[in-house]
């Protein structure tokens, strides 16, 4: 199988530039036609082309490969986290947030407060819970903010 961009003539109109794929078939060749990028811009088609052509598929000697945060576990623990009320009844205000952060932390990678700093600086924590730098300082003041709040939490959760 093997996919291409194609210029078709189309009488008098504009030639239509279609991606199509061609394929076997009881031992004849045969081509489909998967989507029509007439419309596309010439810059975006051309990239397109390119890409088919295999022209993207080493990465350029002179940029190294990089990696951005790791996001998918620390996003999907703050959706359960929202589901359950636990975001709603933390609050939204900084402490808030970094113990909702240890309570996530907690579920992901069990450790110490140290750890779970060390935790964040590879994954989006900014980016999924807005919170910006922090040490494992932040996170004990956290803790000593929530816990004369506990038993009213507990409450709150048990109730939704």
């Not at 279609?18 to 394929?23: A, D």
């Not at 489909?32 to 080493?58: S, V």
């Amino acid at each position: 199988m093997c996919m291409y961009i194609a210029t078709v003539p189309n009488r008098n109109s504009p030639s239509a530039i279609l991606l199509r794929e061609s394929f076997r078939e009881g031992g004849h060749v045969r081509t489909r036609t998967l989507a029509n990028l007439t419309a596309w811009a010439p810059e975006r088609i051309e990239a397109l082309r390119r890409a088919l052509k295999g022209e993207f598929d080493g990465v350029s000697g002179d940029l190294p490969p990089t990696c951005g945060p790791i996001f998918a576990i620390l996003f999907v623990l703050k959706q359960l986290a929202d589901r359950i009320g636990l975001t709603r009844v933390l609050g939204k205000e900084r402490l808030a947030k970094l113990a909702l952060f240890l309570v996530l932390v907690r579920v992901a990678a069990q450790g110490s407060r140290l750890s779970a700093v060390r935790w964040a600086d590879n994954h989006a924590v900014a980016e999924t819970l807005g919170l910006g730098r922090f040490d494992a300082d932040d996170l004990y003041a956290a803790l000593e903010a929530l816990a004369p709040r506990q038993a009213q939490i507990e409450d709150t959760l048990y109730r939704v």
